[in-house]
């Protein structure tokens, strides 16, 4: 088992940029979640789905966009990068209700 | 609103020792809080939880202590190892199997040798 896949692991883009973060895990879990950590800082909550089919707002929503392509599969993209974004990005899965959340390995982002 | 958060930002401990590191939360709503421990170039990695309508609960070298009155949560980690040197988060989550797990901003421990 895998677990959390994030892809890419380091990236830099331009101000005004966009790109899609990428999410997958292989196990069965129903609920994934979308977190940014800045340098020093706690990890916001940007955007979750409870399960296959819904996605609801966190903490920290504006600038992004997510899609649950499926049960394993939850990505999240920015539309036009900002160097507010700048940050380490962990998507995360855990069944419904759990507080037992996995995490990927995280991607760097740096919007310059 | 509600908020998670933690007195001292960071804790250095000699090793051997017992360490405490604490937490305030805002949300008497929340059903479970949690501790999460994050290695430095990693994901975090829960470590233990406790529901709220426990006031202690252990596990291996830890134990969470949940104060309801004050709001206080605190993990205690005994006999503290290298291996410990992380940032420590606790998280809190409400009642609904879809609510959100919301972090706070963590603590680093570091351990003397």
């Known amino acids: 088992n895998a677990g959390v896949t994030q892809t890419p692991k380091f990236q830099v883009l331009k101000t005004g940029q966009s790109m899609t973060l990428q999410c997958a895990q292989d196990m069965n879990h129903n609920s994934m979640y979308w977190y940014r950590q800045d340098p020093g800082m706690g990890l916001r909550l940007i955007y979750y789905?409870?399960?296959?089919?819904?996605?609801d707002k966190g903490e920290v929503p504006n600038g992004y966009n997510v899609s649950r392509l499926n049960k394993r599969e939850f990505s999240l993209r920015l539309e036009s990068a900002a160097p507010s974004q700048t940050s380490v990005y962990f998507c995360a899965s855990s069944d419904p209700g759990a507080e037992k959340l996995f995490f990927g390995s995280g991607t760097q982002l740096s919007v310059l | 609103g509600e908020s998670v958060g933690l007195h001292l930002p960071t804790l250095s401990v000699q090793e051997g020792d017992n360490s405490i590191i604490n937490c305030a939360y805002s949300?008497?709503?929340?059903?479970?809080f949690i501790w999460y421990k994050q290695e430095s170039g990693k994901g975090p990695q829960f470590i233990i939880d406790?529901?709220?309508?426990?006031d202690k609960r252990q596990g291996q070298r830890v134990t969470v202590l949940l104060n309801k009155t004050v709001k206080h949560l605190s993990l205690q980690i005994a006999a503290t190892q290298p291996g410990d040197s992380a940032v420590y988060f606790c998280?809190?989550?409400?009642?609904?199997?879809?609510?959100?797990?919301?972090f706070g901003s963590g603590t680093r421990l570091s351990i003397r040798p």
């Open positions: 406790i529901r709220s309508n426990m």
């Open positions: 789905s409870a399960s296959e089919g819904t996605t």
């Open positions: 949300n008497s709503a929340s059903d479970y």
């Open positions: 998280a809190e989550r409400g009642k609904s199997s879809a609510s959100k797990i919301i």
